[in-house]
Nanobody, 121 residues
Framework: VQLQASGGALVQAGGFLSLSCAIS???????MGWFRQALGKGREFVAS????????RYRDSVQGRFTISRDRSKNTIYLQMNDLKPEDTALYYC????????????????WGQGTLVTVSS
């Protein structure tokens, strides 16, 4: 297993969660990202981080609420989600890019299994 995501749960609106994704050594020098897919919708970009922990990017709707980080010593990436909203409800996927800094649906070469985040109103 190259990517193993965990941390999804049911929380109330305004609450917080932290997702983790254990990554294999194959992606130690690659950018990593989080995507999400709500029921009946397409998969969308949430956040990404470069190979060295820099170049963090976020979709507009989570900017200021979510923080992506990376611990290279533990081969793990994280997504800290604060002030959660019902519209954040989705399956969250971690993903590995073929590039060192850029992440998009076009650059992803591996997906982890989804972890379900449900935000109740």
């Amino acid at each position: 297993v190259q990517l193993q995501a965990s941390g999804g749960a049911l929380v109330q609106a305004g609450g917080f969660l932290s997702l983790s994704c254990a990554i294999s050594g194959r992606f130690s020098n690659n950018a990593m990202g989080w995507f999400r897919q709500a029921l009946g919708k397409g998969r969308e970009f949430v956040a990404s981080i470069g190979w060295n922990g820099g170049t963090a990017r976020y979709r507009d709707s989570v900017q200021g609420r979510f923080t992506i980080s990376r611990d290279r010593s533990k081969n793990t990436i994280y997504l800290q989600m604060n002030d959660l909203k019902p519209e954040d409800t989705a399956l969250y996927y971690c993903a590995g890019s073929r590039q060192a800094a850029a992440v998009s649906l076009d650059t992803i070469t591996a997906w982890g299994q989804g972890t379900l985040v449900t935000v109740s109103s």
